[in-house]
């Protein structure tokens, strides 16, 4: 594995030997690194934090615990993964809150999705398979799969494929321009027609 002398990896965290971590950023105790992934400059991988293979998470990205990031997922730069759902520095007697005072609530992402920077993930959402979330969106709610999502709060903008093209309209289906791959929509989903969309 290649990390940074800069960095700061717990020996308690499982980083594959393929990986690649940079300088300044943090991987706590517990957190697993998939193979062939990179994590850019200045970022942090919260404890426990689960982050597939072959992924890219660019500088300044922020991994609350606990997440679970699926294989092959982008995470743009600047990117922020929230973990409380009530944030409070102190309690209402006005005591310092600890660990103790509450439960962290994590952010899940789906094989392939992409998350463009500055992008914050309030947790607790779902981002589907081969998602798109555009750049400084506000991701309130779950992202169906292959959704493309923007905004803040983020909406739904249209369908996107594996290879990160809008979705054409086909006759009465979707057609991914790149791929060959066909969906219908259904009830605000996709539904894959004939072929394997998700190998």
Known sequence: MTIDPGAEVSPDASVDPTAVVWAHTMVREGAVVGARTSIGRQSYVGPGVTI?????IQNHALVYEPA????G???????????DRLPRAITPTGAQKTA???SAVGVVVGRGASIGANATCVAPVEIGEWAMVAAGAVVTRD???HAIVG???ARRLGWVGRSGQLLVVDGELLLDPETGDRYRESDDSLVTVGGDSDR
Do not use: E, L, Q
């Open 52 to 56: 597939g293979a072959d992924c890219k």
């Open 68 to 71: 679970r990031v699926a294989d």
């Open 73 to 83: 997922v982008f995470i743009g730069p600047g990117v922020v993964f929230t973990n």
């Open 100 to 102: 103790a005072d509450w």
């Open 143 to 145: 992202v169906p799969a």
């Open 151 to 153: 905004g803040v709060p």
